[in-house]
């Protein structure tokens, strides 16, 4: 790993050095190993460990990047014990924030005009401060209420510096450990990189929100605010103001005057919609990016971070989620296999034990116990342990899945998220073979088999013509021919040996009739040694094959 010599760089190494040396020989630390390795040893308490709310603060002191990092932990329940989880959570919505003389001159800069000529209010004290930006409650010209999110200052210069340094420590160990190589850091940080890069365009988020909000205008109770594109830019984004309240500030009171069960059902359904019919999706619905509105709605906020799907992973992820929901373990390793990639040292056999006992749980759990996302991530895991490299799609869909989980019983303690997807997936398919019955997807296919019929004769022929000519080759490749060889050269010595015993029988018995001075047992002599070695040669193979098979049904699985 070649080091870099500049003073940020420097410091980046010192301050994540100091974070190792904190957190590395902790509980947590030790805990997550063990996890890693497959050890179910629970770790008995130290003392003078750091507490789970110093792990945040530390986070936040250095800066967005690690803010961002901290987030991405909070809501991966199977990686870190709940107390780091409440803690972190608070990085979700209660960051510092920045004075707002700054946010005045990145609105000017941003839009080319003065907050006073732009908005006929604007409230000098944050709405909410996020990693990446802060909240601030507005009013356009013609009255219109709206938030106005403002991108932190010198926020790009700071996280492509903090990138630097990480890909260069994220190398070295997937050049020099063996963790690095199994679970390729530097490809999730690249792909880590790149979710906050989108997450920085401002621009893009905007045309987000207008896309989702047109995905789920058949959604009565879910709301997505609308941005205003004259006071957006890359840095400022103006949308809609929600009037509302986090759900996670709900009161059990409160909760008494809404449906929670509907409105877990329709939140669950439409998410349903974004990954499985749309393939465009909210990835980032954590608690803290969901409002319950004051007129009884479900608001989601924070476009973000969103994930997008091909239809053949679509097509995957419908059969995958149907698996875990019913607990089919062995369905569920089938279509993870076929869309992962296996590494060196992969261990399927390992891999298909653990993940099959994974998604079995689910139909074993009480219904309001099921969580299918927790079982993905799960899976997910175990892959990584085994050497199977899955889809970055799965991990997000399943990180995904917890927070709606988590949101879910939020609004209704007693949602059951597999009996949701059950419930669902007959429309999904419905939904799915309509949208692909379009006259453009129709056409294609019909040209496709119109090409394939018109190229058909000319094909056979050339078959025809090949047959005809004695020039047909066919090429078998195997994994291992030598194994295979061997294995062919057993069965015919065995084919072989069985025919010249049965020709020993058959002599015998046409011997007997011949008449001989020399007898065994009253018999033709000659007669009765070939009887006798035609016995013990057929006792000899039978044995031979009875112990062959016997080994083989208690040969222990690799």
């Known amino acids: 790993m070649k080091l870099s010599l500049k003073p940020h760089h420097l410091k980046r190494y010192k301050d994540i050095a100091m974070l190792f040396w904190k957190y590395g020989n902790s509980d947590l630390a030790k805990e997550f190993a063990n996890d890693a390795a497959g050890d179910e040893k629970i770790l008995p308490a130290r003392p003078n460990q750091p507490a789970p709310e110093e792990l945040a603060d530390d986070l936040e002191k250095m800066g967005p990047t690690f803010i961002k990092f901290g987030q991405l932990l909070s809501s991966r329940a199977d990686l870190l014990p709940e107390p780091y989880l409440k803690a972190l959570a608070r990085l979700q919505d209660k960051v510092k924030p920045f004075p707002y003389q700054q946010v ?244 399927e056999a390992e891999f298909t034990k653990k993940a099959s006992e994974f998604v079995s749980e689910q139909r074993d759990q009480t219904l309001n116990h099921q969580d299918v996302g927790k079982a993905l991530m799960a899976v997910s895991r175990t892959a990584a342990q085994t050497g199977l490299y899955v889809p970055t799609e799965l991990t997000l869909l399943g990180k995904t899945l917890l927070q709606l989980e988590e949101v879910g019983k939020i609004l209704c303690p007693t949602f059951n998220p597999g009996a949701s997807v059950r419930r669902h997936v007959a429309e999904v398919m419905t939904t799915r073979m309509r949208k692909s019955a379009t006259p453009g997807h129709l056409f294609a296919s019909f040209l496709e088999t119109k090409d394939f019929i018109g190229g058909l004769p000319e094909r056979v022929n050339k078959i025809l013509d090949v047959v005809g000519n004695s020039e047909l080759e066919v090429n078998v490749k195997t994994p291992d021919a030598r194994h295979l060889l061997n294995g062919f050269e057993k069965i015919a010595n065995r084919v072989t040996t069985g025919i010249i015993l049965a020709a020993l029988i058959v002599g015998a018995a046409l011997m007997m009739r011949i008449s001989s001075s020399f007898q065994i047992f009253g018999y033709p002599g000659i007669a009765m040694i070939c009887f006798l070695v035609a016995l013990g040669g057929s006792g000899w193979l039978i044995l031979g094959i009875l112990w062959k098979d016997y080994k083989d049904k208690h040969k222990p699985k690799e």
Do not use: W
Not at 120 to 144: N, T
Not at 217 to 239: G, W
Not at 277 to 295: L, Q, R, Y
């Open 104 to 347: 005045e001159e990145i609105i000017a800069s941003e839009l080319g005009i003065r907050i006073s000529k732009a908005f006929s209010f604007f409230e000098e004290k944050h709405l909410a401060a996020a990693s990446l930006g802060q909240v601030h409650r507005a009013a356009l010209r013609d009255g219109r209420p709206v938030v106005v999110k403002v991108q932190r200052p010198e926020i790009r210069r700071q996280i492509a510096e903090d990138f630097e340094v990480l890909e260069e420590i994220a190398d070295f160990f997937d050049e020099h450990t063996d963790i690095g190589r199994r679970y390729r850091f530097g490809k999730l940080l690249a792909e880590f990189k790149s979710s906050i890069l989108q997450e920085l365009d401002y621009q893009r988020e905007a045309s987000n929100l207008t896309t989702l909000a047109g995905n789920l205008k058949d959604f009565p109770h879910l709301l997505v605010p609308l941005p205003v594109p004259d006071y957006s830019s890359r840095s400022v984004l103006t949308m809609d103001y929600v009037s509302g309240t986090k759900i996670t500030a709900l009161s059990p009171i409160a909760q008494l005057d809404f449906n929670g069960d509907v409105l877990a059902e329709e939140f669950f359904k439409a998410y349903l919609k974004q990954v499985l019919i749309d393939g465009f999706f909210h990835a980032d619905p954590h608690p803290g990016n969901i409002f319950f509105t004051d007129d009884g709605r479900v608001a989601l906020l924070d476009l973000g971070m969103t994930g997008r799907l091909s239809s053949a992973m679509q097509e995957h992820l419908l059969r995958l989620l149907l698996a875990i929901s019913e607990g089919n373990g062995d369905e569920a390793v089938k279509i993870i296999l076929r869309i992962s990639e296996t590494m060196e040292g992969f261990d």
